[in-house]
């Protein structure tokens, strides 16, 4: 016991000098070995109500010791076969709440006892009982280790029907809330089940802050939810049989890796009523690697075999890829797990072996990658779909057969997708129809097959509300053009785009928003968790991670700040023009993350990020979702956050840490709206509902649209398809099939372009001449040469939408339709081969704009509440747009008009003369004028220089300013303080 636990003892043999005992028989999988079902009801399993527990309570121990303990009563302990494996401690709501039956649990059921120092067994961590439970009428709360005040429980509620915590009130008036847990979980098959397959010894090696590595062992015991989903799911599998979908939402903090691992353990040991495994594997899609460690361990202490978990990468064993893949198939190892880009080679492996196509197969889809719900999962269905016995050659027929056929649901396959965020897809594709047996409908939406919220993850206290602590700030600037003569015409929109990345990439601008955030994260956050915080900086480009690193570098240095470090993280290289602002000192270096953080030593940077030689992450994408790090305590966001995106984002934030709690977390945002950060929170707070299903019968409309286009006749089609199915096709005869609609589409569309030139030079010649009618004629004539080159072009657009949304709703809807799967597939490879010409692309040339006023400011510091007061305003809503793209308006400005536009926009603001830049500018000039203090700043320290002649030329130079800044001026010589740190702008100014 003391070795192995009480449930070491029960799961496995003991063996004493060539004998052998079994302390338990868990149910088999399957009824066929009869002297193993009569064993499994041997089983004894008792309740004894108010036990006094401590073997040290006894008159004769006080006689031998001197001491004895107090005869405290728990009031049930469960026991299997002679041994304790939970207690409950029972309250009234009457008189006590269940967080009195807690503190009777920190306070007086202590693992050893204060009066005889001796460890109580029923107590003790591993050995004693595996879980405690604090039950009411209204809660339950466990925990699997007591230890004294410090002792953790977590809840053991179901949730409301609102996907809050706690637990809703019974229908029956004559029930407890929380029967549940002694009608369903503590029944005794449900009670051996849960210590066969789901509670384990999870041995963790962690490091002190002395970096002395220890072990920690943690018993794990299934929360309700994990325990319900996985229940579910496995009795849906065992009764339905392969080829059915379930979705899971289960919100981050659901203790997600244990129910897969659960999930997918339980999935590979089912048998059919033949005897036979339902599923011979189970492939589990996931980049976590975590998972996977999970998975070895969790799985080892249920079966003490190895080999039953696999994982295929390019690390580990001989060979391929893809022989890895097909020996792991051929074999049938039970669980076998492949990252998203290594899910193709699965399907190459079973699509080149007829026995695997016979075989049945369970996929689970960790955080439902929308790789899964798109072409790749038909191919997966197309390549494991069982065509036994065929082995004449197929025609082409024969496989748009098969094709159409693999689209409906698979008998073979069953999925199991689990996420946090179900987009609209996910969930049309995954879930579940109220009334299966009718259409998809308004009224008949696909919904998850079970779900634990957001809300109630946050309410039980297992991941944190991150839209408590958010700032907004507000950027105001203004933009000039430094020699007015450099006006261009240009189009407007592209003009927008390239201003705002111009002022988001200007070293002014990122420099205000670094001292925003350093400043902020030494005042808040660096001092948090025992000096071990982290924060994180969200950043719109790779340029503009880049200059945030150099910046933050710079502002860090300057200051002479200890302890602070960022690292940056963006993939490929990086390298600057002269259309960037600033950028003269940056053109010609290639930066990357290796030559950005020379600390990393290659070392990975999650582990780098972890230790104390990094304090923030700047990002470009990279680790913006999908990476947990439980110290992230600040975020700062300059990026535009939408939907799921935006809440995968702020979500790194959200994970629990020893001291976080009492802390919370602090977002910074310089970017977006609470507004729309709200409404992205909203649809995945409790539980995410489809608005309206998408409409099948689209995709007969953009059929006949393509048609009617003329582009393409419908016997190339049918050929195209022939040769495409033969089996040693020529890549150059399918490409020549294409070539007519090809040769087509490039003669209209070079005449459309010619003729649109043309049209565009008559009409600018005609808005010259000043006659209305000349010039309605030319417009008239312009707008037609537009609509027949925006035609085509969007009938480019329109052959991709077709394949997208047919590969997508032909995995819901039986369309039974060859000419559609014919369609797509011809579709699919015409559209690559149609290239548009690139026309009146400006080249805005920014090198004469300047950035004249700038302010940063604080807007306010709130907690943003998600309530839903109308459900229906934030469901998901399908796509209902196929096919209506609409040509690009293209809309000409010259570009002082654009800045004009833009500063008007940013003019609300109340931006004064405070907030010029280019009066340090003027005064920078000014200065520069005197060839004394030039001399002393390009000879002398920083520190010297300042106490030279510079700060009488900064005086005369203010003293000199113009009535324009009269304001600036006043300040200035009122406030010493003021004029000292605008000096040393100045001063920073003339070092560039």
Known sequence: MRTFGALGVLRHEMRDRGTRFSLCQFKPEHDLNSDTLARYKKNRLRVVPELVYSPWAKEEHLAQTGAKAKAWRIDLVLFVNGLPIATLELKSEFKQAAQNAIKQYKTTRLPIDPATKKAEPLLTFKRGALVHFAVSQYEVYMTTRLECEKTVFLPFNKGTKEGGAGNDAPEDVNRYATDYLWNEVLQPDNLLNILARYAHLHIEEKEDWEGRKFKKETMIFPRYHQWDVVNRLINAARSEGPGHKYLIQHSAGSGKSNSIAWTAHQLSSIYNHAGAKQFDSVIIVTDRTVLDEQLQDTIYQFEHVDGVVGRINNKEGDGSKSEKLASALECSQPIIIVTIQTFPFVLKAIENSVSLKERNYAVIADEAHSSQTGSTARKLKEALMIEAGDEEELTADDILDATIASRRASKNISYFAFTATPKTKTLELFGRLPKPNEEPSKTNKPESYHVYSMRQAIEEGFILDVLKNYTNYKVAYNLALAIQGSDQEVESKKAKVKLNQWVRLHDYNISQKVQVIVEHFRGKVMGLLGGQAKAMVVTGSRKEAVRYK????????????????AMVAFSGEVEFDENDPNGKGLIGEKYTEGNMNPNLKGRDMRKAFDSTDYQVMIVANKFQTGFDQPKLCAMYVDKKLGDVDCVQTLSRLNRIYPGKTESGTFVLDFFNDPDDILAAFIPYFQTAELADVSNPDLIFDLFDKLRAAGIFQWHEVEQFCEAFFQKSKSNAAVANICKPAVERWKMRYASAIDAYKHAKDVFERAKKTGDAVIIANAEKSFKECKEEKDALEIFKKDLGTFVR??????????????????????????????????????????????????????????????????????????????????PKDRKEELISQVISRLNELFITDKLTDNDLVSYAYAIRDKVRENELVMTQIANNTPEQAMLGDFPKAIDNAVMDSSEAHQNQMMQLLSDPSKAANFARVVFDLLKM
């Open 550 to 565: 150099l910046g933050f570098d710079k502002y860090i240095v300057k200051n002479d700040y200890q302890n602070i470090h």
């Open 805 to 886: 949304f047919y590969e997508f709703m032909s995995q819901i809807v039986d369309y039974d339709n060859k000419d559609l799967e014919k369609l797509s597939l011809y579709a699919r490879n015409l559209r690559p081969m149609l290239r548009e010409t690139l026309i009146n692309d400006d080249d805005i040339d920014l090198n004469n704009i300047e950035l004249s006023h700038y302010r940063l400011s604080i807007i306010r510091r709130q907690d943003l509440h998600i309530i839903r007061e109308d459900p229906e305003m934030y469901q998901l809503r399908p796509g209902e747009d196929l096919g209506s793209s609409k």
